[in-house]
C-alpha cells in the first residue's frame, strides 16, 4: 500500500536484499564473481508528494541521488538530482539547452560506460499549466539508470523503478539497485534473488558476531587483510539502516542491540571494495 513522502533521508526500507543469482552461486564457495548486485525493494511503495527521497546507495552516509517532486501553481514537477560538483550522474541524452530529460528504460536495458551520461539535474516530468509536459516520463513506469562514487571513491551503475502519475502529480519510487563491483555495467531492473546471508561469511573477508544470537551487546570480529576501516551499518529485516560506525582491520568492535526489538537484523560491512553480510539474532 502506497504511503505518503514528505522527506526520505538516508537508503529507504525494502522487503528484501539480493544479490544476483551468479554472484550468489559463485560467493557460496568462496570466490570472487564480476557481478554483485546489491538491491532493496521499497515496500511499502513510496510515494513522493512536495518532498525528496534520497538514496545513499552503499551505505556510506552520504546520498548519492535524489528524487525530487515539487507542486507549482502551474503544475507539478519529478526531478532527479546528483550532488553537485561530483561525477554522479544521470543516463540520457546530451541535453538540449540547460534541461536534461534522462531516459526512461525498459527492464534489462544496459546501463554502464557505454551509455551517455550527464553530470547535472535532469527532469523525468514537467507538466506546464497541466497542458504542455516535458521530459519522456509523465504517466508512466520506467527505470532510471544513474552513476554515482561510492565510499570506495570509485564509480559504479545503478538503478530507480520509478512510476510518475499524470501531469507529474507524484513520484513513487519502487525499487532500487547497484553493482557493487566499480566500473561494471547493470542492467536496468537486475533485482537478483535473495542471497543466503550466511553463505557470505567467507567470500569478502571473515567477519564473526558472537554470541547471536545476542541479548544485548555482541561483539564483532574482523578478520581482513584491506588496510584502513571497515564500515559497519545495522540493518533490520527490511533492509532500513539503523545505525553505522568504523572499526580498524581485525578489530572487535561491540555492537549495542540493547535499544531494539527482538527479531532478526543484518550487520552490513564494507572493507574497500569488499562488503560482506552477517545475519543476527535479536532475542
Not at 143 to 169: K, M, N
Not at 226 to 254: D, F, H, Q, W, Y
Request: proline letters at 6%.
Amino acid at each position: 500500500m502506497d504511503q505518503p513522502l514528505t522527506q526520505k533521508t538516508g537508503s529507504s526500507a525494502g522487503k528484501w536484499i539480493g544479490y544476483s543469482t551468479m554472484a550468489a552461486g559463485v560467493l557460496a564457495v568462496g570466490q570472487k564473481a564480476n557481478a554483485q548486485v546489491f538491491s532493496v525493494d521499497v515496500d511499502p511503495d513510496t510515494v513522493v508528494t512536495n518532498g525528496v527521497f534520497e538514496v545513499d546507495f552503499d551505505g556510506d552516509a552520504i546520498v548519492d541521488i535524489s528524487v525530487v517532486h515539487s507542486g507549482t501553481s502551474m503544475g507539478g514537477i519529478v526531478a532527479v538530482i546528483p550532488p553537485a560538483g561530483g561525477n554522479n550522474a544521470l543516463l540520457g541524452p546530451q541535453p538540449a539547452g540547460s534541461f536534461l530529460y534522462p531516459s526512461a528504460l525498459a527492464s534489462g536495458a544496459p546501463i554502464g560506460a557505454a551509455q551517455n551520461f550527464e553530470s547535472q539535474g535532469g527532469t523525468l516530468a514537467y507538466a506546464l499549466n497541466g497542458a504542455n509536459i516535458y521530459g519522456v516520463w509523465d504517466g508512466i513506469t520506467a527505470f532510471l539508470g544513474c552513476r554515482f562514487v561510492a565510499g570506495d571513491g570509485e564509480a559504479h551503475y545503478g538503478w530507480f523503478q520509478i512510476t510518475t502519475a499524470p501531469s507529474a502529480g507524484s513520484a513513487t519510487i519502487l525499487a532500487y539497485g547497484y553493482e557493487t563491483m566499480p566500473g561494471v555495467a547493470i542492467a536496468a531492473g537486475d533485482v537478483a534473488e535473495p542471497f543466503a546471508i550466511s553463505e557470505l561469511g567467507t567470500a569478502a573477508f571473515n567477519a564473526t558476531v558472537t554470541p547471536n544470537p545476542v541479548n544485548d551487546r555482541a561483539v564483532i570480529e574482523l578478520n581482513t587483510t584491506k588496510n584502513g576501516p571497515v564500515r559497519i551499518a545495522l540493518l533490520n529485516s527490511t533492509g532500513e539502516k539503523l545505525m553505522s560506525m568504523e572499526a580498524g582491520n581485525n578489530a572487535r568492535p561491540e555492537l549495542d542491540m540493547s535499544p531494539y526489538a527482538a527479531g532478526v537484523y543484518f550487520v552490513r560491512l564494507q572493507s574497500g571494495k569488499q562488503v560482506n553480510f552477517q545475519k543476527v539474532v535479536k532475542q
